[in-house]
Nanobody
Framework: QVQLVESGGGLVQAGGSLRLFCAAS????????MGWYRQAPGKQRELVAR???????NYGDSVMGRFTISRDNAKNTVYLQMNSLRSEDTAVYYC?????????WGQGTQVTVSS
């Protein structure tokens, strides 16, 4: 079992920045990759960014160049730095951990970008 706790969401004006945090606990040794997904009202959940234990990253097309994912293995924490935020980035952001056999999800944190 892996537990994920997100924090750092909130309200920001367009063009601003936010940093999201995701702390993992439990069977963290089994985690292969962690990432962030988001879901806006009426839309499907989509990949924002993902990082493997080796440090390889990939991003959704809409956030490429604006968002950066990173991890601190010593703190079992993954970060999402979000810059140049747009109104269309408004969504609930979910932290995700993949163990090779199962996906774990956090409870989500709301990000609202006002135009």
């Amino acid at each position: 079992q892996v537990q994920l706790v997100e924090s750092g969401g909130g309200l920001v004006q367009a063009g601003g920045s936010l940093r999201l945090f995701c702390a993992a606990s439990g069977s963290i040794f089994s985690i292969n990759a962690m990432g962030w997904y988001r879901q806006a009202p009426g839309k499907q959940r989509e990949l924002v960014a993902r990082i493997t234990t080796a440090g390889s990253t990939n991003y959704g097309d809409s956030v490429m160049g604006r968002f950066t994912i990173s991890r601190d293995n010593a703190k079992n924490t993954v970060y999402l730095q979000m810059n140049s935020l747009r109104s269309e980035d408004t969504a609930v952001y979910y932290c995700n951990a993949f163990t090779g056999g199962y996906f774990y999800w956090g409870q989500g944190t709301q990000v609202t970008v006002s135009s």
